[in-house]
Each structure stands twice: as structure tokens, then as C-alpha cells.
């Protein structure tokens, strides 16, 4: 059953929370008017986030209420000083956004709300959030590295650990609003960014719905592709190819959410949607609304002026920096991604630069001054702009340290020229994007210039390259679209013309990292190849391009520039266009709600009936074993537990580490994933210990028991499949306290324990 009272008090915090981020998001971010009231949750967040992360290492309580109150001291502020009411109360429809969006992944979630090990990583994100939950201050202790804390970023599982301290909500209860949360701020966030760029144009209410869309209901082209496949005759389907195409194409009756994020083989190219319905707290989908307060405060940047010196300095110096700071230590995959970004929006407002030293003086090149050669302006801008990021981001890990000091990171390397993903692949995923930017791009590129005659100049640069590198025809084809975005970036900075707006330096960020992405990737020991880079770079390009073409699409909705395609009236060309733009990339949502709806296996469907306990499903099929893990975790603190290591790759996404990875209690070799954070050597010679502490010599076990402090030692199915019989009863310091007909919990006296091993010792010597 819903506890309603559960979700309508974690609500009200985040409308709370909401509300006072709200009011300062309009004393910092001004020039987003109305809209930056849509980042009220990510502000307040974020700042109890930060103060938590540094008043953390004291005490996590005492560092939740000083967020708090530096919130609430933050909001009167703006409330004494600011003309705030009339933008906040013009504001208020991003509350019925979030409210929407909330509700609607919560009814979902309730569905399958399971942190089921067999589809995915939720075991790691579950176990993250119990950490936190039980600490009492950071850093945490790893759930599957017992006595070193989390080598891997937190701060997102963090943030979310401090609303469920806030409302007195239970981790199983806390995973599921915390997704239904953190898909909603972002929903929110891009619809409050879209809709402030859009505003530029006269656009900002259609801008801000169609950034909410893509960013929160919109899919790739892969569903409706196939769709379209099955619905051709057999006469026309025959002619596509020869026995893939029946494969490819799809009925509606054999729809499944999960091959839309597949497209790409051995990789993930996964868009927020498909993220929030499979379930997984990642740090990279926790870390998306943060990266969009960023690039909002940037497009505040991008609005000023050169008499606004003293708040560019407190813009770029200081709320960017901070908040950089704070989305490293959710996801560092961003903060590449927040750098490049900050160096575009920079280098394209050039004449800010001499206005962001302690002086007027303090760059004498006037970067736009005519008299200065050409090549001269341009290295001066390159370098400028380079040097202004460098401080950038030295202030943002100054920012974050209370995280860098306890995060480990080895085996990194930069690799080169991977395997190179499909055109056909790439369309599929970026279609959606493609068929609005491009067509909106070239229509503003070159004005004065045939629409169609710049198109076919492009379109036969990317047929040539294709031609003569078909193995880079991906490359090809999104470099000279990125090519041609910067040009036009260029032109528009000189002063030639001014119809190219902030969604067009995002739309040449977006093409920029998909051809990186095919020539560059990072070496790291966790997947093999670019699974990584592939994977986190790409949830980020599909939000940068979800606001790109939101504020295209509301533009072309609401400009009144004729449209000469056909006789028929504009109106109803723009509603067909727009019709069908919804319908195919909104296809893939209406099928994943009509089997989340409907589906009847455990497949989608964990519980009997809707609920929001994500462990529901653990107490119907392993409920021996769960009344121990539930005994487990009534323990306080954070004791130390022996049980079977997830290290054997066919049960790294099964039920394995149950006891530390529901508890937050830690053991001392948990799942695999550690080879990678720790070291292979390290995280095996752990691996190995733990088999002797359960059937090692009786002096062997001693030692190790006592070397590693543990407390308990968990005796379940697994254990006893790997480790056969024990003879734990019989040890004078160790003593079974819990025993049903599954699993048997034993406590170690660890002081019986030393004295044992200094008798020992003592008779040896003797």
C-alpha cells in the first residue's frame, strides 16, 4: 500500500525547499526574470548539498541545519533587498511543472518501485543512500570496502539522504521519491532555462513546455522507426533489406522500454525517461539538474553587459565556480562538459573580459577593436577565455574538497580513436534534434542566402566525407555541422548579425562532444573501451539539446515570419510539423506508460499491488533472508560484517552483498565494482580473506576477524553455497544471535577475540 502521508509530507518539503531557492534564484539570476523561479529546488538543494558536504566532516546534522538556515537567511535577504514578488508570482506555474512531473514518475515508480540487482546498479545507488542515511558524518563508510569511505562521487545520494532526514522517511521509502524528486527539478530546470532563452524571441511560455518535454517525456527515433518498419507492406519491407528488417520492426503488442537505449551495440545511449522508469539513483542523472543551474547562471553571463563589471565577477568567480564545485562531487563526468561550456559563453562575449579583473585595465587588448589584426583578436580571445576558465575551475575544486580528499581514482588514461559508432546508429538518437536544429540553424546562418543553397553546399561536404572516409561518416557529418554552428557564432559576436542565440552555442556543445566522444575517450578500470565516456557524455548531450531545441521549436511555434513551404496557411503548417515532431518522439513514452500500466510479470511488476517500499519485493522472494538484513539493520552504527563477496561476474547483477548493500552496513569485499575503485590486487586479497574467515585455521580466522574489526558475521545461502559447513558455533568469541531457517548472524566479542590472540601469542612464545 501508498503511505499518502509520506508522499505529501516529502512534498511539501520540496515545494518548501522550492520556495526559498525560488526567491534567491531571482536575487542571483535576475536577467532569467520569471523563470528563475523553475530553479528554486536546484538552489536550495544545492546549498544544503555544499554547506553539508563541509559542515558534514563535524556533523551531518549540524550541517543540515546550518543549510537550512543559511537558506532561510538567504531568502529574506532578496526579500528586503529585491523587487522579487511580482517575478516570483509570475513565476509560479514551474511549481505546477514539478508538481506534475513528480506525480506523474511516482505513479510509475509505484509500479515496479524494486532496487532489483538484476537490472542494473541499484544495489550500489540503494546502498549509497543507506550509508548516508546512517553516518554521522563524511565521509561515509563504503559499503563494500569496510573501515575506507566511498571512493566514487556522492554528493547527489547525499543530498537526497538529507530530505529523507528532513522527513523522517526510511531508505525504502526515500529511493523512489527521491528519482520521482530528481526527475522533476530537472523537468523544472528545463523548463525554466528553455523558457528564460526563449523569452529572447517572444517565446518563453511554448519555449519553456517543449524543454520539459524533451528533457522529460521525449525518446530517440529508434521506437517509432520500427513502427513505421512493421506498419510498411511486406512488398516494401522485403526491398529494406533481407531478414533483419522483420527483426527490426515492431508491433505494437512487443513493445519493451529497454531497447531504445540500446541502439548503439555494447553501449548505453540512454535519455532521461528511460533512466527514471528503470530505476537507477545514478550519479550522473543526479547530477543533471545542477549542471543546468550552471548553464543557467552562464546564460545570465551571456545577457549582460559591460556595466554590469562588479556581477559578471560575482557570476563567473563565484556562484559558477561553487556550483561546478558541488557537481563534481555529484558526477566529475560533468564537470568537462560545465568547463567547455563556460569557455564557449566567455569566448563568445569577448568585451567582458576586460571587465572581470580587479580593473578596468586589466586586459589592454580591446578584443573587438578593428585595429588590431584579426589573428591578433583571436588568440587574444583564445587566450583570454582559457585563462578565465583555468580560474574557474581551480575555484571550483577549491570549492569541492571536501570530497577530492577522500575520492580515489587510479588505472585513468586517455584513449584515442575507439570504435567508431554507425551513422545510421547516430541518427536514430539524435534524429529528433537533428530534424529541428538543423533546419532552424540553416535558415539563420546565412542571411541573405538561399535557405536551400547553404543546405546543399553543406549536404555535399558531408556526402564527399562520407564517401571518402565512410568509417567517419558520424565524424563528418556532426563536425561540419560544428563547424558551420561556430562561423555562425562568429559572425554573430562581430556584430554581423544577431539572430543566434544562447540554444545555438548548446546545439554546437551538443555536436562538439558527439565527435569527441567517436575520437577520444577515457581509459578507466570500471567498463572496458569508451562504455563510460559513451554512456555519461551522452546523458549530458541530450539535455543540452533538449533546451536547444525546446527554444527552437517555441520560437517556430510563435514567430510570425512566413513559412513558404506550401499553400496552406502557416497555422496549420506549424501545428502538422509540431504534431508530428510530439507524436514520434513521444510514441516511446506512451508505450513504457502502457506497460508499466498494464504488465503483469516481474519484468516491470515487482509487487502484488502498487507501493512505494523499493524492498517490497525482497520480502516476497527472499523473506528469510530479509528478516535477517532487517535485524541487521536495526543495529546503529556502522558495524562490520563478513559475507560472500559479489566477485564472481555471474552474480554481479544478482542477489549478492544483500546485507551490506540494503543495510548500509559495511562489509569488508562487497561487489566487483571495488577492483575497479580500489585496485584489483587490493579488492582480491580482501576477497581471499574473507574465504579464510570463514573456513580458514582457527588462528587464521582470529587474526583477520580482529585485523578487519568485524562484528558480525552473515551466514545465508550464499555464504553457505561458497563456504560449505562452519564451525563459528563452537569459537569462544564468537556467539550466533540471530538464526531463522536461511541465515544464521553471529556477533564477534572482539574483546574475547584479542585476549585469544594474545594467549596465543603468549604460549608461542613460551
Partial sequence: MIDVSVVAAWLVLCLGLGLAGGII????????????????????????????????????TAGLWVGIALLLLSSLVVVRCGEWYEQFRRGMPAFGVFGVSFLFLLALRVLDPAVDPASGEKFLNFGLLQAHLRADVLPAEDIWFAGEPFSYYYAGHFVASLLARLTGTAARYAYNLSLATFYATLVTASYGLTGAIGKRWNAGTAAALMGAFFAGFASNLLTVSRL?????????????????????????????????????????????????????????????????LAVACLYAYFCTDSSQRRYRQVLLFGVIPAVSGFVAATNAWSVPVIAGLTWLTVYFRPSSLGTLGPGREWISVPFNDSRFPAVSRTWGRLLGSSLVVGVVLVLAVVWSLPFWHVSET????????????????????????????????????????????????????IAAGGVLFPTYAAVVLFGTLAVVVWRGLERTQRGEHTDLGFETLLAFAG??????????????????????????????????????????????????????????????????????????????????????????????????????????????????????????????????????????????????????????????????????????????????????????????????????EVQYIFYGPLERERYGATLFSNRTAVREVYENDAVTIYRVNQTRLTDRLAADTSATSN
Avoid: C
Fill in 25 to 60: 534564484a531571482l536575487g542571483v539570476l535576475p536577467l532569467l526574470g520569471r523563470y528563475a523561479v523553475a530553479f528554486g529546488l536546484p538552489v536550495a538543494l544545492f546549498v544544503l548539498g555544499l554547506v553539508g558536504l563541509w559542515f558534514g566532516h563535524l556533523s551531518i
Fill in 228 to 292: 513505421l518498419v512493421w506498419a510498411l507492406p511486406d512488398s516494401i519491407a522485403s526491398l529494406l533489406g533481407d531478414g533483419t528488417v522483420s527483426e527490426f520492426a515492431l508491433s505494437p503488442g512487443s513493445f519493451h522500454y529497454w531497447s531504445a537505449s540500446r541502439i548503439v551495440p555494447t553501449l548505453i545511449s540512454e535519455f532521461p525517461l528511460f533512466a527514471y522508469l528503470n530505476g537507477d539513483l545514478h550519479a550522473h542523472m543526479l547530477a543533471m539538474p545542477f549542471e543546468l
Fill in 410 to 461: 587510479s588505472g585513468m588514461a586517455l584513449g584515442v580513436f575507439p570504435a567508431r559508432s554507425s551513422l545510421g546508429a547516430l541518427l536514430l538518437i539524435h534524429g529528433p534534434f537533428l530534424a529541428v536544429l538543423v533546419p532552424s540553424l540553416l535558415s539563420r546562418l546565412s542571411p541573405g542566402v538561399s535557405t536551400y543553397t547553404t543546405a546543399t553546399m553543406i549536404g555535399m561536404v
Fill in 511 to 708: 555536436f562538439s562532444l558527439i565527435v569527441l566522444v567517436e575520437l577520444v575517450y577515457l581509459r578507466e578500470p570500471a567498463k572496458p573501451g569508451r562504455f563510460n565516456t559513451f554512456y555519461k557524455t551522452y546523458a549530458q548531450i541530450w539535455v543540452l539539446f533538449s533546451v536547444a531545441a525546446g527554444v527552437v521549436v517555441g520560437r517556430f511555434v510563435t514567430s510570425r515570419r512566413a513559412i513558404d513551404l506550401t499553400p496552406v496557411s502557416n497555422t496549420v503548417v506549424r501545428g502538422l510539423v509540431v504534431a508530428v515532431l510530439l507524436i514520434s518522439t513521444g510514441v516511446y513514452g506512451m508505450g513504457a506508460v502502457h506497460q508499466w500500466t498494464t504488465a503483469e510479470n516481474d519484468a516491470v511488476r515487482s509487487p502484488d499491488e502498487p507501493t512505494l517500499d523499493a524492498l517490497a519485493f525482497a520480502e516476497q522472494r527472499y523473506p528469510d533472508q530479509m528478516a535477517a538484513i532487517e535485524w541487521l539493520d536495526n543495529r546503529s552504527g556502522t558495524p562490520t560484517i563478513i559475507s560472500v563477496p559479489g566477485a564472481y561476474i555471474w552474480r554481479e547483477y544478482r542477489w549478492v552483498n544483500a546485507p551490506s548493500s540494503l543495510t548500509g552496513v559495511p562489509t569488508v569485499a562487497g561487489w566487483a565494482h571495488e577492483s575497479a575503485y580500489r585496485g584489483a590486487d587490493t579488492y582480491w586479497n580482501r576477497v581471499d580473506d574473507v574465504g579464510l574467515m570463514f573456513n580458514g585455521s582457527r588462528k587464521t580466522q582470529s587474526r583477520l576477524l580482529a585485523h578487519y
